[in-house]
C-alpha cells in the first residue's frame, strides 16, 4: 500500500524529517504500507545528505521511500496513494478530500497566525481528516481509522454564484 506525503510548495522541513523517522516508518510498515512518496518541497533534510538531491529512492525499516523537491502535477500521487498525509494547506486538502482519499493533516505552526491549525480542526471537528502534530504522527497513523471519516460533500458551484448575485443585488 502507498502513502503519499506532501508538504505544497513551501518548507516543512519538520514533516519531511518526521515521514522518514524510525518510528513513522515502522508504523506505516506495521499498519500495512510498504510505499512512501515524499514531495518535499523546499525542505531540507538534515539527516540525510543522499535526501537532498532533486530526487532518490531508498528503502529504510521495510519501506520502499521516494523523494522528489516538485513535479507539475501532484494529483496522480494523490490518486494513487492508499493515505495522503498533507501539510493543511487549504488547496492541497480540497484536493484530496475531493479525491475521497483518507488525509492526515500535519498543519504548519510556524505559518501566517497558524491558520492551517484552525482549518484543520475544523475539518477534523466536521469528521473530514485526522489532524496531528509531528510528535503525535507515529501514534496518528497507529490508530487512524478510515473508514471513521465522512466523506467530503461534492463541489456545488450554484452556491458560490447564488452568493455573488445576492452581494450584487440581482436576486
Known amino acids: 500500500m502507498l502513502v503519499f506525503v506532501t508538504v505544497g510548495s513551501t518548507r516543512f522541513d519538520a514533516l519531511v524529517e518526521a515521514s522518514i523517522s524510525e518510528p513513522v516508518l515502522s508504523t506505516l510498515r506495521d499498519s500495512g504500507y510498504d510505499r512512501?512518496?515524499?514531495q518535499r518541497g523546499n525542505s531540507v533534510i538534515e539527516s540525510s545528505e543522499e535526501f537532498n538531491g532533486e530526487s532518490c529512492t531508498i528503502q529504510r525499516h521495510g519501506v520502499d521511500i521516494e523523494i522528489w523537491r516538485f513535479k507539475p502535477f501532484i494529483q496522480a500521487e494523490c490518486e494513487q496513494a492508499d493515505l495522503v498525509i498533507s501539510h493543511a494547506g487549504s488547496g492541497t486538502i480540497l484536493d484530496v478530500l475531493r479525491l475521497g482519499k483518507p488525509l492526515i493533516v500535519v498543519p504548519n505552526p510556524?505559518?501566517?497566525?497558524?491558520?492551517?491549525?484552525?482549518l484543520a480542526s475544523a475539518l477534523q471537528i466536521l469528521g473530514h481528516l485526522k489532524a496531528t502534530s509531528i510528535q503525535d504522527l507515529a501514534s496518528t497513523i497507529a490508530s487512524f481509522e478510515p473508514r471513521d471519516l465522512v466523506p467530503f460533500p461534492p463541489f456545488d458551484?450554484?452556491?458560490?454564484?447564488?452568493?455573488?448575485?445576492?452581494e450584487m443585488g440581482f436576486i
Open 157 to 166: 458551484g450554484t452556491k458560490f454564484s447564488k452568493l455573488v448575485d445576492e
Open 110 to 118: 510556524t505559518l501566517l497566525d497558524n491558520h492551517q491549525e484552525e
Open 36 to 38: 512512501l512518496i515524499i
